[in-house]
C-alpha cells in the first residue's frame, strides 16, 4: 500500500524526518477549539496489531480479541485523546488489478499454511499469518459497542481519513500507509511502532522529508504517482523514472549504498523539482506522455488532492457514488442504506443497492480438500434471497426485473477476471411481501414477525420462527446458521453438527482466560475450514438481518457470543473421538437441555427437508509424534523436514506425501494460482460430480502402491453453486 519504497527510504536517508514521539504530550501541546485532541485511526492498518492472540488459524479467538480492543481505547481515553476510527467500505474500481494481484498472492500464502497444518498439525509462526475472516467487519461492531466513533468509507478510505483529519484539525492520523505523507493533511503517525503501554510511536515528519528531497508539499503527489502506487502502477512509469535517474547519474557520482530505489526515488524528485512550479497544474505539458498515460496520472495527481484543495475533482472522487440501481430502490432507501453503511451499523446492503457490486476477500480454505465446498458457493443462495429481498420487493405493487449482482468473491479456483453474475432470488414465504419500504420504516405491530419472518426466508429457516424469544438470541442464530450450513454441505456430519453446537453452549461459560488454557494436541486442517466457514455465515446473516429491517440484535450476531476458534478445535476432536454428550459439553449438566433441543431441531428439519445427517467420525489423531517437536515453519532444509510426522492410515507414504507438499508450495512462493477456466457458466450438478471426481483422482495409486502426482495440483473448476440439497 501507499507509495513504493517510501517509507524504508525515509528511514534510511532521511532519519531526521522519523520522529519518536509521545503521544500523551503531543495531544497536551495540540490545542482544539472543543478541547479535545482527536486522533483519527486507521482501523484496516490496525488489525494485525489489534489481533495479537496466540491463535488466528481456527477462526479466531473473539472473547480474547474483545478484551485487546477495550484495553486499546482505555489506553488513549485516559490519556484525553479521543478517537475516531475509519474502515474501507468499498474498494474503487481503478484501485481493483491491484485488490486482486493480493488476493491471488494471500491465496499462495494460504496454500502453504493448510500444507504446513497437515505436516506438522500445528498453525504456522511467524510472518505466515492470514487474519480470521470477518475480522474488518466485526471489529467496527466491536469498537461501536465500546462506545467508540466509527465511520465506513463510501471511497477509498485513506482519502477519507485524510479529509477527516485536514477539516477537524486533528493532533494525528494512526495508520501504516505511506500515503499518508502525501496528503497535505495531519501529521502521519505509525500504527505498526505505536506502543501501547507508553503511547509512543514514530512520526513521519512531510515537512523534513520535503526539505531533504527539494521538494516543495504540493509536489508530493506527482512523486508519489511516478514511482508508483495503487492508482499508478509502477510498470507503467518506468521510462520517466529511467530517463530521470540515467540525468541524475550524470550529475551526482555519489550514491545510496545497496538500493536502487533510494537513487531512484532522489532521481524523480530531481525530476519533479525542474518540471513542476506551480500548485495549479496537475501534470506539466514538459512530461511526453501519451494521451492515456497523462489522463492516468491526472487521475492519480487528484487521487490527493483533497475537496477544500481543488475545484477540479472528477466525478468519480465526488463522496456520493451514483445509485446504478436508484430505480429499483426508492430514494428513502437509498438514504437510509447510505446513511447505515457510514455509521458503520449495516453490511452488504448499501454496495448491493448503490452499485450492485460487493466483494468477499480471502478464506482459510483448503483446496484439495474435496469434499467441503468454498464458503462464496455455500452462502450463495443466502445472498440471492438478500438481494431479492433489496431490489424484488421494494415497490409491493411494481413488477421489476434488476440486473444480476456483480459478485468478486475470492475462493479457490476462481481466477478473479470478471466478476461472477449472481441474479436476485425472490422470497419463498408464506405472506405477501409488504415492500421494502414498509419492512423498513413500518411501526406497526405485525411488522416485527414479518421481519423475523423475511430474515428466516433468506435462511431458508422458516420453521425456527416459533422458537424466537424461548431461546437465548445468540443460540437462536447458532441454530438457524448451523442449520443452513448442514443443508447446504451434504458431506458434514452429525459429530460436525455436535462441535459447532457444543462449542455455541459452552463458550457462555468460558473466560478469555479459560479458553488461553485449552490444549490442543494437535490442529485438524479440515476443522481450520468449517470454523471459517461458520464465521463467514455470521457475517452473511449480519446482511440478511440490515436487508429484513434488523428484527434482532447486531449483538446476537456477533462471533464473541457464539463462536471461538480455539474451542471449536477441541470441541471438533471430541466430538469425532465420539465422546458422551455430557462430556462433550465440559461435564456441565446445565448445557444438556438447550444442546439436546438445538440438536433435535437441526435434526429435525434437515428430514423435513430430505437430508438425513449421518455419523461419520473421523480417527483424529496426531500428526507427529509424541515427545518431538515438530519444525516450525521457515526451516525449509531438506534434512529432516517433516520427521516423526504420523499418518494413521498411511504411514511412510503418508509422510513421504505430507513432506512432498510441503516442499512444493514452498518453492512455489507467491506464484499467482488464478489460472483457472471460467466457471460462471456451468451447471451446479456438473460442478459437484467435478469436485469429488478430483478427490478420487488426486487419492489415486500406480501399479506400485504409490501416489500419482500427474495433474494432482491441477485443480477441477470450482462451479458457481453448490449442488441442490
Same mark, same amino acid.
Given at each position: 500500500?501507499?507509495?513504493?519504497?517510501?517509507?524504508?527510504?525515509?528511514?534510511?536517508?532521511?532519519?531526521?524526518?522519523?520522529?519518536?514521539?509521545?503521544?500523551? #504530550?503531543?495531544?497536551?501541546?495540540?490545542?482544539?477549539?472543543?478541547?479535545?485532541?482527536?486522533?483519527?485511526?486507521?482501523?484496516?492498518?490496525?488489525?494485525?496489531?489489534?489481533?495479537?492472540?496466540?491463535?488466528? *488459524?481456527?477462526?479466531?479467538?473473539?472473547?480474547?480479541?474483545?478484551?485487546?480492543?477495550?484495553?486499546? *481505547?482505555?489506553?488513549?481515553?485516559?490519556?484525553?485523546?479521543?478517537?475516531?476510527?475509519?474502515?474501507?467500505?468499498?474498494?474503487?474500481?481503478?484501485?481493483?488489478?491491484?485488490?486482486?494481484?493480493?488476493?491471488?498472492?494471500?491465496?499462495?500464502? %494460504?496454500?502453504?499454511?493448510?500444507?504446513? %497444518?497437515?505436516? /506438522?498439525?500445528?498453525?504456522?509462526?511467524?510472518?505466515?499469518?492470514?487474519?480470521?475472516?470477518?475480522?474488518?467487519?466485526?471489529? +467496527?461492531?466491536?469498537?461501536?459497542?465500546?462506545? @467508540?466513533? =466509527?465511520? $465506513?468509507?463510501?471511497?477509498?478510505?485513506?482519502?477519507?481519513?485524510?479529509?477527516?483529519? +485536514?477539516?477537524?484539525?486533528?493532533?494525528?492520523?494512526?495508520?501504516?500507509?505511506?500515503? /499518508?505523507?502525501?496528503? &497535505?493533511?495531519?501529521? /502521519?503517525?505509525?500504527?505498526?511502532?505505536?506502543?501501547?503501554?507508553?503511547?509512543?510511536?514514530?512520526?513521519?515528519?512531510?515537512?523534513?522529508?520535503?526539505?531533504?528531497?527539494?521538494?516543495? =508539499?504540493?509536489?508530493?503527489?506527482?512523486?508519489?504517482?511516478?514511482?508508483?502506487?495503487?492508482?499508478?502502477?509502477?510498470?507503467?512509469?518506468?521510462?520517466?523514472?529511467?530517463?530521470?535517474?540515467?540525468?541524475?547519474?550524470?550529475?551526482?557520482?555519489?550514491?545510496?549504498?545497496?538500493?536502487?530505489?533510494?537513487?531512484?526515488?532522489?532521481?524523480?524528485?530531481?525530476?519533479?523539482?525542474?518540471?513542476?512550479?506551480?500548485?495549479?497544474?496537475?501534470?506539466?505539458?514538459?512530461?511526453?506522455?501519451?494521451?492515456?498515460?497523462?489522463?492516468?496520472?491526472?487521475?492519480?495527481?487528484?487521487?490527493?488532492?483533497?475537496? &477544500?484543495?481543488?475545484?477540479?475533482?472528477?466525478?468519480?472522487?465526488?463522496?456520493?457514488?451514483?445509485?446504478?440501481? @436508484?430505480?429499483?430502490?426508492?430514494?428513502?432507501?437509498?438514504?437510509? $442504506?447510505?446513511?447505515?453503511?457510514?455509521?458503520?451499523?449495516?453490511?452488504?446492503?448499501?454496495?448491493?443497492?448503490?452499485?450492485?457490486?460487493?466483494?468477499?476477500?480471502?478464506?482459510?480454505?483448503?483446496?484439495?480438500?474435496?469434499?467441503?465446498?468454498?464458503?462464496?458457493? =455455500?452462502?450463495?443462495?443466502?445472498?440471492?434471497?438478500?438481494?431479492? *429481498?433489496?431490489?424484488?420487493?421494494?415497490?409491493?405493487?411494481?413488477?421489476?426485473?434488476?440486473?444480476? %449482482?456483480?459478485?468478486?468473491? *475470492?475462493?479457490?479456483?476462481?481466477?478473479?477476471?470478471?466478476?461472477?453474475?449472481?441474479?436476485?432470488?425472490?422470497?419463498?414465504?408464506?405472506?405477501?411481501?409488504?415492500?421494502?419500504?414498509?419492512?423498513?420504516?413500518g411501526e406497526e405491530e405485525e411488522i416485527s414477525s414479518l421481519r423475523r419472518a423475511c430474515f428466516l426466508a433468506i435462511l431458508d429457516c422458516q420453521?425456527?420462527?416459533?422458537?424466537?424469544?424461548?431461546?437465548?438470541?445468540?443460540?437462536? %442464530?447458532?441454530?438457524?446458521?448451523?442449520?443452513?450450513?448442514?443443508?447446504?454441505?451434504?458431506?458434514?456430519?452429525?459429530?460436525?453438527?455436535?462441535?459447532?453446537?457444543?462449542?455455541? =453452549?459452552?463458550?457462555?461459560?468460558?473466560?478469555?482466560?479459560?479458553?488461553?488454557?485449552?490444549?490442543?494436541?494437535?490442529?485438524?486442517?479440515?476443522?481450520v475450514q468449517l470454523g471459517c466457514l461458520y464465521v463467514r455465515g455470521l457475517s452473511y446473516l449480519l446482511g440478511a438481518n440490515c436487508a429484513s429491517?434488523?428484527?434482532?440484535?447486531?449483538?446476537?450476531?456477533?462471533?464473541?457470543?457464539?463462536?471461538?476458534?480455539?474451542?471449536?478445535?477441541?470441541?471438533?476432536?471430541?466430538?469425532?473421538?465420539?465422546?458422551?454428550?455430557?462430556?462433550?459439553?465440559?461435564?456441565?449438566?446445565?448445557?444438556?437441555?438447550?444442546?439436546?433441543?438445538?440438536?433435535?431441531?437441526?435434526? #429435525?428439519? $434437515?428430514?423435513?427437508?430430505? +437430508?438425513?445427517? @449421518?455419523?461419520?467420525?473421523?480417527?483424529?489423531?496426531?500428526?507427529?509424534?509424541?515427545?518431538?517437536?515438530?519444525?516450525?515453519?521457515?526451516?525449509?532444509?531438506?534434512e529432516g523436514l517433516g520427521r516423526g510426522i504420523h499418518h494413521s492410515t498411511e504411514g511412510w507414504r503418508g509422510r513421504r506425501e505430507a513432506r512432498?507438499?510441503?516442499?512444493?508450495?514452498?518453492?512455489?512462493?507467491?506464484?499467482?494460482?488464478?489460472?483457472?477456466?471460467?466457471?460462471?457458466?456451468?451447471?451446479?450438478?456438473?460442478?459437484?460430480?467435478?469436485?469429488?471426481?478430483?478427490?478420487?483422482?488426486?487419492?489415486?495409486?500406480?501399479?506400485?502402491?504409490?501416489?500419482?502426482?500427474?495433474?494432482? /495440483?491441477?485443480?477441477?473448476?470450482?462451479?458457481?453453486?453448490?449442488?441442490?440439497?
Amino acid at each position: 500500500m501507499g507509495v513504493k519504497g517510501l517509507q524504508s527510504f525515509m528511514e534510511r536517508c532521511c532519519p531526521e524526518a522519523c520522529v519518536t514521539v509521545h503521544l500523551r #504530550e503531543m495531544a497536551k501541546q495540540h490545542t482544539v477549539p472543543q478541547g479535545v485532541p482527536t486522533l483519527v485511526v486507521d482501523g484496516m492498518a490496525c488489525l494485525r496489531p489489534w489481533y495479537s492472540g496466540k491463535d488466528w *488459524v481456527s477462526g479466531g479467538q473473539w472473547k480474547e480479541y474483545m478484551d485487546i480492543l477495550k484495553s486499546w *481505547v482505555e489506553a488513549f481515553t485516559s490519556a484525553g485523546i479521543r478517537l475516531v476510527f475509519f474502515f474501507d467500505g468499498v474498494v474503487e474500481e481503478q484501485k481493483r488489478p491491484t485488490w486482486i494481484k493480493r488476493r491471488h498472492r494471500v491465496n499462495g500464502d %494460504i496454500c502453504k499454511i493448510f500444507a504446513h %497444518i497437515k505436516a /506438522y498439525g500445528e498453525q504456522p509462526r511467524g510472518e505466515m499469518c492470514v487474519l480470521p475472516s470477518g475480522l474488518a467487519t466485526f471489529t +467496527r461492531f466491536a469498537l461501536k459497542s465500546l462506545g @467508540q466513533e =466509527v465511520f $465506513c468509507s463510501v471511497r477509498e478510505a485513506d482519502y477519507e481519513i485524510a479529509s477527516y483529519a +485536514r477539516e477537524h484539525n486533528c493532533m494525528g492520523i494512526l495508520g501504516q500507509d505511506t500515503d /499518508y505523507i502525501i496528503f &497535505d493533511s495531519a501529521p /502521519y503517525l505509525s500504527s505498526a511502532k505505536l506502543r501501547i503501554n507508553s503511547l509512543t510511536t514514530v512520526l513521519y515528519d512531510r515537512q523534513r522529508l520535503c526539505h531533504t528531497l527539494g521538494l516543495a =508539499v504540493f509536489h508530493l503527489p506527482l512523486l508519489a504517482c511516478l514511482l508508483g502506487n495503487d492508482v499508478v502502477s509502477e510498470e507503467q512509469m518506468q521510462p520517466i523514472r529511467k530517463d530521470a535517474l540515467a540525468k541524475y547519474s550524470k550529475l551526482n557520482s555519489t550514491s545510496y549504498p545497496g538500493s536502487q530505489q533510494q537513487d531512484i526515488i532522489l532521481a524523480v524528485s530531481q525530476f519533479v523539482r525542474s518540471c513542476s512550479e506551480s500548485p495549479d497544474v496537475l501534470v506539466t505539458p514538459s512530461l511526453k506522455l501519451s494521451p492515456v498515460d497523462k489522463e492516468l496520472l491526472e487521475k492519480g495527481v487528484q487521487s490527493y488532492l483533497l475537496s &477544500d484543495q481543488t475545484k477540479h475533482l472528477s466525478s468519480e472522487t465526488t463522496d456520493h457514488p451514483v445509485a446504478v440501481y @436508484q430505480k429499483y430502490v426508492s430514494p428513502t432507501i437509498l438514504q437510509a $442504506c447510505r446513511e447505515k453503511h457510514v455509521a458503520a451499523e449495516g453490511f452488504m446492503v448499501y454496495s448491493v443497492v448503490s452499485e450492485g457490486m460487493v466483494e468477499c476477500s480471502n478464506s482459510l480454505e483448503d483446496e484439495e480438500d474435496t469434499e467441503l465446498l468454498p464458503q462464496a458457493l =455455500v452462502y450463495k443462495p443466502c445472498r440471492q434471497r438478500m438481494y431479492g *429481498v433489496l431490489l424484488l420487493h421494494t415497490f409491493s405493487d411494481v413488477d421489476i426485473n434488476p440486473p444480476p %449482482i456483480k459478485e468478486w468473491f *475470492v475462493y479457490p479456483g476462481n481466477p478473479l477476471k470478471e466478476p461472477e453474475m449472481v441474479p436476485p432470488t425472490p422470497l419463498n414465504m408464506q405472506c405477501d411481501h409488504p415492500g421494502l419500504d414498509t419492512l423498513w420504516f413500518g411501526e406497526e405491530e405485525e411488522i416485527s414477525s414479518l421481519r423475523r419472518a423475511c430474515f428466516l426466508a433468506i435462511l431458508d429457516c422458516q420453521d425456527f420462527a416459533e422458537l424466537y424469544g424461548i431461546i437465548e438470541e445468540h443460540l437462536f %442464530i447458532t441454530l438457524c446458521l448451523v442449520t443452513y450450513i448442514t443443508l447446504q454441505v451434504q458431506t458434514l456430519s452429525q459429530e460436525d453438527v455436535h462441535a459447532y453446537l457444543s462449542q455455541a =453452549v459452552c463458550l457462555a461459560h468460558k473466560s478469555p482466560q479459560d479458553i488461553q488454557q485449552i490444549k490442543l494436541p494437535f490442529l485438524c486442517s479440515r476443522a481450520v475450514q468449517l470454523g471459517c466457514l461458520y464465521v463467514r455465515g455470521l457475517s452473511y446473516l449480519l446482511g440478511a438481518n440490515c436487508a429484513s429491517g434488523c428484527p434482532l440484535t447486531s449483538e446476537a450476531l456477533m462471533p464473541w457470543n457464539s463462536f471461538d476458534g480455539r474451542l471449536f478445535q477441541s470441541k471438533y476432536l471430541s466430538a469425532h473421538s465420539r465422546v458422551e454428550d455430557l462430556v462433550l459439553l465440559d461435564n456441565d449438566a446445565s448445557c444438556l437441555s438447550v444442546f439436546h433441543t438445538l440438536r433435535s431441531k437441526v435434526k #429435525e428439519v $434437515c428430514l423435513k427437508k430430505g +437430508r438425513e445427517l @449421518q455419523s461419520k467420525p473421523r480417527r483424529c489423531t496426531p500428526q507427529f509424534k509424541t515427545g518431538e517437536e515438530p519444525r516450525h515453519w521457515g526451516h525449509t532444509g531438506g534434512e529432516g523436514l517433516g520427521r516423526g510426522i504420523h499418518h494413521s492410515t498411511e504411514g511412510w507414504r503418508g509422510r513421504r506425501e505430507a513432506r512432498r507438499r510441503y516442499h512444493l508450495y514452498e518453492n512455489r512462493g507467491r506464484q499467482n494460482r488464478g489460472h483457472y477456466p471460467s466457471t460462471s457458466q456451468q451447471h451446479p450438478d456438473f460442478y459437484s460430480q467435478q469436485y469429488h471426481n478430483r478427490g478420487a483422482f488426486a487419492n489415486r495409486r500406480d501399479s506400485r502402491g504409490r501416489f500419482s502426482h500427474r495433474g494432482r /495440483y491441477h485443480l477441477a473448476p470450482r462451479w458457481s453453486q453448490p449442488p441442490a440439497s
